[in-house]
């Protein structure tokens, strides 16, 4: 059995280097463009442009319904529970790219993600995310964060910050509930009544 805290102390390294934080003062962005530029079209068909979600952190993760990471989908669930009521959106972008691991319709998705976890927050339709086919949101996060920074397997998530700039990414080992995205979260969210 391989030690778990070096492959953590090296994932945290890695995402370190993957986590700008999101004060626009000191992370300017290098294309001048915001994660509100963009928009997904709805699981259903509609017009889904994130602007509509504008001074709100978004987390984006790119999802399929037959990988080792599905799982993470009742995470997702748990923050979207979690965090919507202080303005977290968590949006599901299914993605065939790799492994061709998301190869159902769109209404097929949209059963299999309500029925197995309860799935209510937003899913787009299926998307490319890699390569010259990619959504424009994950060619913006290439190019913001250098082509590392893209997803490399299903389940990456990508939180955008309030004003619109890259505040986290992070791999699909990594859980929606580590207390790396959470504490990121937290960071970006307003406090809690009461506090």
């Known amino acids: 059995m391989v030690d778990p805290l070096p492959r953590r102390a090296l994932m945290l390294g890695a995402l370190r280097c993957l986590a700008p934080r999101a004060a626009a003062s000191s992370n300017p962005r290098r294309t001048g463009m915001s994660g509100y530029d963009f928009a997904f079209r709805s699981i259903d068909g509609q017009p889904l442009p994130l602007a509509q979600y504008r001074g709100r952190p978004l987390l984006v993760v790119n999802t399929a319904s037959f990988c080792g990471f599905t799982a993470q989908y009742a995470d997702l669930q748990a923050l979207w529970r979690r965090y919507r009521p202080r303005g977290l959106v968590v949006i599901g972008v299914p993605s065939n790219d790799f492994g061709e691991q998301e190869p159902g319709s769109a209404q097929e998705i949209k059963q299999f993600c309500e029925s197995r976890y309860a799935v209510d927050f937003p899913l787009t339709e299926k998307q490319d995310v ?28 990508y939180l955008v910050g309030p004003d619109g700039s890259l505040a986290g990414a992070w791999p ?18 307003p406090a809690k009544e009461g506090r």
């Open 172 to 189: 699909s080992a990594v859980r929606p509930t580590d207390r790396a995205v959470t504490d990121e979260i937290e960071r970006l969210l």
């Open 130 to 157: 890699v390569g010259p086919e990619a959504h424009p949101f994950f060619r913006w996060i290439a190019a913001e964060l250098g082509e590392a920074g893209a997803p490399r397997w299903n389940f990456h998530k």
